[in-house]
């Protein structure tokens, strides 16, 4: 076909062909969904495509909308584009976008991750002649420990501040990172307290099938069993009144974000957990290559690290300028400053960070936190 399948319009990522948009900004009449977060699934649209383990999300968070569910792999047609949805492993119901016209494939990713959890559908690979990425982790120092032994650490973290005899306020984003942290906990270290903004998605999840442990509001607990509970809030509830009912308590905060000291210095919490739900360098780099394309579209994150990696290594590749936020993000500026900071003088590098820095990407990374630093923020995922 002559030209791009999919272009950036004023109202988004748009098939040309086909003449729908993929996770618009702004009110359009047909939408394909890829999940549930905020800077992807925005209110106003005529009519919505997703796949059917997300419409209940969609339609806890938008209220009535018209939408049409579709199971993983099925095919609908649409002014002559084939159409289907494929596993993103980023959150439940989450989803590439298949688009087939006149013998050529795109898909456009939304928010990925490669490592499998319990709460969704695994990522799985799309056979493709182009491929949009998202790149929010896309820097070489980004590289995620085993999810097992995060859980493992936040249990014993948890187990600790019980054995002091105080709580445990872990802070997560309430729709995908919170239930997928409670897929990790132990519940017999003691009761497991959701806040009112992540107790609804947990029924969501539950009502797909996905296997939760126990979990109460505060108000359903005993105030002498506080003292052994962990209690898993959004971000706005650190410091908030709501919070303070806790007593005594340790907190801690789930991201990828929390690789770098200072992001966690930011946040001024006890604890961080790195935990993140889109992938990392190397996951990036492999589903890249494990679809096939030549052709490499950039989005949202680190598109100049990206773009020049690619391009450097023989791929076509470009970036998009979006409008999506970055549902984990702080300032993104911090991480080229992060990627640079590889002494062993450099105070705000974690030593996890510090392992996996590769140096002489330093100079790409701070242009890539520059750029992103410039554009507006985050989400809430």
């Given amino acids: 076909m002559a030209g791009d399948m999919v272009v950036v319009r004023k109202e988004g990522l748009y098939c040309v062909p086909g003449g729908f948009y993929i996770d618009p900004w702004r009110p359009v009449e047909r939408a394909v969904i890829t999940h549930g977060h905020g800077d992807h699934a925005r209110v106003g649209h005529g009519h919505y495509l997703a796949a059917e383990p997300g419409v209940g999300i969609l339609r806890s968070r938008l209220g009535d909308i018209t939408v049409q569910g579709m199971a993983y792999g099925e095919t609908v047609e649409h002014n002559g584009v084939r159409i289907s949805l494929h596993p993103a492993g980023h959150v439940l119901g989450s989803a590439q976008v298949r688009m087939e016209c006149g013998g050529e494939v795109w898909v456009a990713s939304g928010d990925y991750k490669v490592e499998a959890d319990a709460t969704c559908a695994p990522f799985e690979p799309v056979q493709c002649h182009a491929f949009i990425t998202e790149s929010t982790f896309g820097l070489p120092i980004y ?9 493992d650490d936040i249990n014993a973290w948890w187990r600790k501040n019980v054995a002091e005899g105080r709580a445990s306020l872990l802070l997560c984003y309430a729709f995908g990172k919170a239930q997928r942290i409670l897929s990790g906990l132990d519940p017999s270290i003691g009761p497991i307290i959701c806040h009112g903004s992540v107790e609804p998605l947990n029924r969501v999840y539950r009502a797909a099938g996905v296997a939760l442990p126990p979990t109460q509001m505060v ?45 966690r210095r930011r946040r001024g919490v006890d604890r961080g ?15 890249i290559k494990a679809t096939g394309a030549e052709k ?76 992103a630093a410039q554009k507006d923020g985050g989400d809430d995922a």
């Avoid at 590289?143 to 859980?151: A, C, K, V």
């Avoid at 820095?357 to 750029?371: L, M, N, Q, S, Y």
């Fill in 219 to 263: 108000s359903d607990v005993d105030k002498a069993d506080l003292k052994k509970a962990i209690v898993i809030a959004p971000p706005s509830a650190g410091g908030s009144p709501w919070a303070r009912r806790f007593g005594d308590f340790s907190d801690a905060f789930a991201s990828g974000w929390m690789l770098l000291r200072g992001a």
């Fill in 143 to 151: 590289r995620w420990e085993p999810q097992q032994q995060t859980f």
């Fill in 296 to 371: 490499i579209v950039v989005t949202h994150g680190s598109i100049p690290t990206m773009v020049r990696w690619l391009c450097q290594n023989g791929y076509d590749a470009k970036g998009f300028d979006t409008e999506y936020g970055d549902d984990e993000a702080e300032d993104a500026a911090a991480a080229g400053a992060a990627a640079e900071g590889v002494a062993a003088t450099e105070p705000d590098v974690d030593p996890v960070a510090k392992r996996w820095a590769v140096k002489d990407k330093a100079e790409a990374a701070r242009e890539a936190g520059t750029a």
């Fill in 273 to 287: 957990f790195v935990l993140s739900d889109h992938a990392d360098w190397p996951g990036l780099m492999s589903a």
